[in-house]
């Protein structure tokens, strides 16, 4: 027995390490195929939350005007984003990049998120700040509140706008700002904003019509769909990008990189290169589902299709949700359960399990055994 523990645990020992060296193996490979000028970078499957490419991932650092994805996705989700009101003063009085707003004028919310999405407008964020929370400051608690919320533990923000000079508590990660614009892409008024290479508003006192142009020039590249550029003295140049090909969508952030332009598209070829179609199928024999009469229903139990790396396909599992009987009638095509796909314990998809075919009202003969069977369920709780 005591060998068999031995041969048991210098077996796994042998396999850890093998792990272990593989894996350190993968990412060698993946820097030494891939060279970029930034001081942090990753390629993120917001989709499956796989990490394809990753430079420094975790290290705090400043982030310019990436910062204005959080800004922007608090601001979309507000109510009346649409109704005209006359921005707050002193709040459009700063320095850096602006959307052109003065003393008195009208504007919109959704006015200010294209303000802030497109040329960066440090006016946009302050504006929209304290028409949102009645201060700056009380945006900014909204703002890491948020943060917090959606587990990202390296970032803290000080302001709307990202203007950083003046602090050290400013600060991002590749890998947290990563997870923010996927967050950010699933709003589709954000989308549909910063996938905009320009975009003719009216606003003003009184108002009149102006264009504001997008400062992503990856835009022009094909199959690039957004999201948001940064500079300042301290975080250097900051980008934030996502990409679509076969649909697939992939995010790339770079901090602190002098090449950005290129090393995205380049960190997008790479990303692709990993990335396959697969079809994820629930374990055989999960979908079994009965009436209360002891009739057994066919159950279509939809395939998931996606992109990810053959390494997460072969971890994916499926969880199926089914009641422990149905009563008849059922039609095809009703909703009888759910079958959620996950990647290492994260939900990456979910579908709805639905009756294949027509299952008629019990016989006569048969309602008492309905009977009997919900005086046991009222009985047993079940």
Known sequence: MRRDRLGFFAGAAVLAMLMIFTLSTIGAKAESQVQISAKAAIVYNGSTGEVLFEKNADEPLPMASTTKIMSALIVLEQDGLDEKFTVDNAAVMTEGSSMGLRQGDKVSLRDLACGMLLPSGNDAANAAAVRVAGSIDGFVELMNARAEKLGLENTHFVTPSGLDD??????????DMAVLAAEAMKNQDLRDICGLQRVKLEFGDPPYERWLVNTNKLLKNHGITGI??????????????????????????????????????????????????????????????????????????????????????????????????IYAPVKNGDKVGEIVYLLDGKEIGRRDITAAEDISAPAAENSFIIVIFRKFRQFTGL
Not at 260 to 287: A, R
Not at 289 to 314: F, N, Q
Request: hydrophobic residues 30%.
């Open 166 to 175: 003046y602090t050290d508590d400013h600060y991002s990660t590749a890998r």
């Open 228 to 325: 948001k550029t940064g500079f300042t003295d301290k975080a250097r140049r900051c980008l934030v990008s996502s990409c679509m090909r076969d649909g697939c969508e992939l995010i790339c952030v770079t901090l602190n990189d002098p090449d950005d332009w290129k090393d995205h598209m380049t960190l997008f070829d790479y990303g692709f290169s990993q990335v396959e179609q697969v079809k994820l199928y629930p374990k055989e024999g999960e979908t079994e589902l009965m009436t209360a009469d002891g009739r057994r229903v066919k159950c279509k139990v939809p395939e998931m299709v996606t992109a990810m790396t053959a390494e997460g396909a072969a971890r994916a599992e499926s969880r199926v949700y089914l009641p422990q009987f």
